[in-house]
Antibody, heavy 114, light 106 residues
């Protein structure tokens, strides 16, 4: 069965950095585009980032709200996808989901507060 | 950026009702629209892809339709287990979610 397990969330102060991870299993990871989607407390879903596969040169795409601050990456040898988040803002506080759109992880909470 | 506007934002329904919710795109997105269901405390689940294709295991009371800028998700014979927030997602121009439609019991 497809599994996506996020980790690395926590409480950080504004302007700090945090890297969250997602371990994937149950499908051919190297063939799948990977996404991060977030959901602020009590709010709707917001697409954050996407990374394509090796044949597509690992092309990356970002929401305007995180462009220049967040970096998505992947390690096909480990079936892992990452989101490096720099210069965090209070408005980045959210549950972050790793997803292939047909399946979603349980999410990891990131709280940005002083 | 393509904006997806969902309506209504909430609906009070009864078991057995036929429920229709809408999603309007700010520009033509073809049929590049998915619908997701999110129950309280859970991750979203894919219901419909490509505007009208039911995902594996999704009950046939869920139907998606539309193309271009106007999309509809219909639940025929609403069940208590269908109480959730429903989101549309366009993936024609990057990826944008609608604001959601929350279904609540009367």
């Amino acid at each position: 069965a497809v599994q996506l397990v996020e980790s690395g969330g926590g409480l950080v102060q504004p302007k700090e950095s945090l890297k969250i991870s997602c371990a994937a299993s149950g499908f051919t990871f190297s063939n799948a585009a990977m996404y991060w989607v977030r959901q602020a407390p009590g709010k709707g879903l917001e697409w954050v980032a996407r990374i394509r596969t090796k044949p597509n040169n690992y092309a990356t795409y970002y929401a305007d709200s995180v462009k220049g601050r967040f970096t998505i990456s992947r390690d096909d040898s480990k079936s892992m996808v990452y989101l490096q988040m720099d210069n965090l803002k209070t408005e980045d506080t959210a549950m972050y989901y790793c997803t292939i759109l047909t399946r979603w992880g349980q999410g990891v909470m990131v709280t940005v507060s002083s | 950026n393509t904006v997806m506007t969902q309506s209504p934002t909430s609906m009070f329904i009864s078991v057995g009702d036929r429920v229709t919710m809408n999603c309007k795109a700010s520009q033509n997105v073809g049929t590049n629209v998915d619908w997701y269901q999110q129950k309280t405390g859970q991750s979203p689940k894919l219901l419909i892809y490509g505007a009208s294709n039911r995902y594996t295991g999704v009950p046939d009371r869920f139907t998606g339709s539309g193309s271009g800028t106007d999309f509809t998700l219909t639940i025929s014979n609403m069940q208590a287990e269908d109480l959730a927030v429903y989101y549309c997602l366009q993936y024609n121009y990057n990826w944008t979610f609608g604001g959601g439609t929350k279904l609540e019991l009367k």
